[in-house]
């Protein structure tokens, strides 16, 4: 999890640095003004991303479980039916927003007539950049299922690098004022894209473009899966219009352009937990098509373990330093607006730590069905808790309102999937298994699983006696209780000779041993370079009969064997 992190924190980040560059550029090169309609542009950005997500979660999702089952058909069909659909729906977005910008039709954003004129021009300059950040969306999830993190982490920073270039030469040097400001982080966008569809192009991806064999109906599989967990963005963005009104009547404009810079600051910052999200969803989706329920548990201790704590810690900093981050797009103390935005940055980071658990027990909703129980939570996080709270606070107190309101959104939403864990239950959870109300004939249980793990070639030695204890122990009779433990001491022997010894990092292989009806499923799982030994074995057939004669002998005693590379790691299962 920790390994794949950074390059998910890094591109969940780029919409973020996108958006602190535009505002930094508005709020010092062109104005109040145009920082107010980047502001007012929030929610159809919402909604644009949002469809992305839809998207990416149903498309990581389905391919994860497919991955799991070792249907490398349906993968691809996945695959396929995402790019179509992100390419369609990036093309009507485009020219449903060029539309009304040109046509003057955007009054249900803001009624001032002169933010509208600059709004008008944002708006046309970011519809160029919609169709190469739907499929670079994809894009980005399918290179990182193939482990291919350097290539999504090249095209991060080179939109970070353009989208900065772009700004400076369209916003400072020509002029372009609010066109400007979209055009370059459009521009930035599809080099972005440019960089990670040369995998996909290059003939060397996993992942196939396979229109004759396309399954049509999977599209709503895809969007089915996807849209409960997207569905709080969805409602983020009509809570963002009702927002802005109530921000209009109570506070001013002043009050859009303070939560304009907090949320576009602080959007660096909730890359974090949506990097956590990522990685963990993926997780989960392999761990479902497995039917693994200790790494599904797993997943949820780290993210509890280390995930809430360090985002804990990395939210004080910001809060500490509240009058600084102001002062980088505000200079005057004196000005409303200031204090109105130091405000925000003392409060809002809180939201962060609670998200991460309520975005976990979302993931985890989505990818084991409870779609009745994510849709509540995605209806009242995106949209009922915040504006119900806003509507009695803002009137009261002010911009302080708006802030509270979205911490107590926080608090509220991880107490409904407490409720419904005690409900479920018939109790207060006692463990993880009963708080992620997991089902009982999931998986198998612990009395049913020998989970070993193997650094060196002398602990390879001592795994075979145990897996013939544990098969033993369980029924299974003394010939293939000998040869489960013969067939995972020939095969993690073979990974750690030619694996382990292919580079200079620490390695260790995963090895459980599960009894599930009259079957012993043996898994083994090694972070060395990919390889994989069912091909290794078709090749050997032809080789004279002393060549690869260990893995000749394992393949002729085996009932099934299955290898995948997941998530850059080599998984090899066999059944005997």
Same mark, same amino acid.
């Given at each position: 999890m920790f390994r794949l992190l950074p390059i998910q924190i890094l591109l969940a980040a780029i919409g973020a640095v996108n958006g602190i560059v535009s505002t930094y550029f508005a709020s010092n090169f062109v104005g109040v003004d145009a920082m107010t309609a980047v502001g007012i542009y929030w929610p159809v950005n919402t909604l644009v991303a949002t469809t992305a997500t839809v998207l990416t979660g149903g498309a990581s999702i389905l391919c994860g479980k497919y991955l799991g089952q070792n249907e490398q058909?349906?993968? =691809?069909?996945? *695959? !396929?039916?995402?790019?179509? @659909?992100?390419?369609?729906?990036?093309?009507?977005?485009?020219?449903?927003?060029?539309?009304?910008?040109? !046509?003057?039709?955007?009054?249900?954003?803001?009624?001032?007539? &002169?933010?509208?004129?600059?709004?008008?021009?944002?708006?046309?300059?970011?519809?160029?950049?919609?169709?190469?950040?739907?499929?670079?969306? &994809?894009?980005?999830?399918? @290179?990182? $299922?193939?482990?291919?993190?350097? /290539?999504?982490?090249?095209?991060?920073? #080179?939109?970070?690098?353009?989208?900065?270039?772009?700004?400076?030469?369209?916003?400072?040097?020509?002029? +372009?004022?609010?066109?400007?400001?979209?055009?370059?982080?459009?521009?930035?966008?599809?080099?972005?894209? #440019?960089?990670?569809?040369? =995998?996909?192009?290059?003939?060397?991806? &996993?992942?196939?473009?396979?229109?004759?064999?396309?399954? %049509?109906?999977?599209?709503?599989?895809?969007?089915?899966?996807?849209?409960?967990?997207?569905?709080?963005?969805?409602? &983020?963005?009509?809570?963002?219009?009702?927002?802005?009104?109530?921000?209009e009547a109570y506070v001013g404009g002043a009050g859009i352009s303070a939560f304009t810079a907090c949320n576009n600051f602080l959007g660096v910052f909730w890359a974090i937990p949506a990097g956590f999200v990522a990685v963990s969803r993926m997780m989960i989706s392999v761990s479902v098509g497995e039917e693994d329920r200790q790494t599904l548990m797993d997943v949820m201790r780290v993210m509890f373990s280390r995930f809430v704590p360090?985002?804990?810690?990395?939210?004080?900093?910001?809060?500490?330093?509240?009058?600084?981050?102001?002062?980088?797009? *505000?200079?005057?103390?004196?000005?409303?607006?200031? $204090?109105?935005?130091? %405000?925000?940055?003392? @409060?809002?980071?809180?939201?962060?730590?609670?998200?991460?658990?309520?975005?976990?027990? !979302?993931?985890?909703?989505?990818?084991?069905?409870?779609?009745?129980?994510?849709?509540?939570?995605?209806? $009242?996080?995106?949209?009922?808790?915040?504006?119900?709270?806003?509507?009695?606070?803002?009137?009261?107190?002010?911009?302080?309102?708006?802030?509270?309101?979205?911490?107590?959104?926080?608090?509220?939403? @991880? +107490?409904? *999937?407490?409720?419904?864990?005690?409900?479920?239950?018939?109790?207060?959870?006692?463990?993880?298994?009963?708080?992620?109300?997991?089902? /009982?004939?999931?998986g198998v249980s612990p009395d049913e699983r020998l989970d070993l793990t193997v650094r060196s070639m002398e602990e390879v030695v001592t795994i075979s006696q145990k897996i013939q204890n544990f098969c033993t122990e369980k029924g299974i009779d003394n010939r293939r209780s000998y040869l489960a433990g013969l067939a995972t001491e020939e095969m993690a022997g073979n990974i750690v000779e030619h694996g382990f010894a292919g580079d200079n990092r620490a390695h260790s292989i995963d090895v459980r041993v599960v009894h599930k009806g009259d079957d012993i499923i043996l898994r083994l799982r090694d972070d060395c370079r990919p390889f994989d030994p069912v091909t290794m074995n078709k090749i050997a057939e032809g080789d004279d009969a002393g060549a690869n004669i260990g893995l000749k002998m394992i393949f002729g005693i085996l009932k099934d064997v299955e290898y995948q590379n997941i998530l850059g790691m080599n998984v090899l299962t066999m059944k005997i």
């Open positions: 058909g349906k993968m =691809h069909n996945v *695959y !396929t039916l995402d790019i179509i @659909l992100a390419g369609a729906i990036g093309t009507l977005l485009s020219l449903i927003l060029v539309f009304l910008a040109f !046509t003057d039709n955007t009054g249900f954003l803001t009624h001032d007539d &002169q933010v509208r004129a600059i709004l008008n021009r944002y708006i046309t300059g970011q519809a160029i950049g919609i169709i190469p950040f739907m499929i670079g969306s &994809q894009f980005t999830i399918f @290179l990182s $299922m193939e482990n291919r993190n350097r /290539r999504a982490m090249t095209a991060s920073i #080179a939109f970070i690098i353009a989208n900065l270039l772009f700004n400076f030469l369209f916003v400072k040097v020509l002029g +372009l004022e609010a066109f400007g400001l979209a055009l370059a982080s459009s521009a930035g966008m599809w080099v972005f894209f #440019a960089v990670q569809a040369g =995998h996909f192009l290059s003939g060397k991806s &996993q992942m196939r473009f396979r229109l004759k064999e396309i399954v %049509w109906a999977e599209c709503i599989a895809i969007i089915a899966i996807g849209f409960p967990g997207a569905a709080t963005n969805i409602y &983020q963005a009509f809570r963002g219009l009702i927002v802005n009104k109530l921000l360090l985002m804990a810690a990395i939210s004080a900093v910001i809060m500490m330093l509240a009058v600084p981050e102001t002062r980088i797009f *505000y200079k005057d103390p004196s000005n409303p607006v200031f $204090m109105m935005t130091v %405000w925000g940055f003392r @409060l809002l980071p809180v939201c962060m730590v609670l998200a991460i658990p309520a975005m976990h027990f !979302t993931c985890y909703g989505q990818a084991s069905g409870k779609h009745v129980l994510v849709h509540i939570v995605s209806l $009242m996080d995106g949209i009922i808790c915040v504006c119900a709270f806003s509507a009695l606070l803002i009137p009261a107190i002010g911009m302080n309102g708006l802030y509270y309101a979205n911490i107590l959104n926080g608090v509220v939403i @991880l +107490l409904i *999937y407490f409720i419904y864990a005690c409900v479920k239950n018939g109790k207060i959870p006692s463990d993880m298994f009963e708080l992620m109300v997991i089902p /009982r004939d999931f």
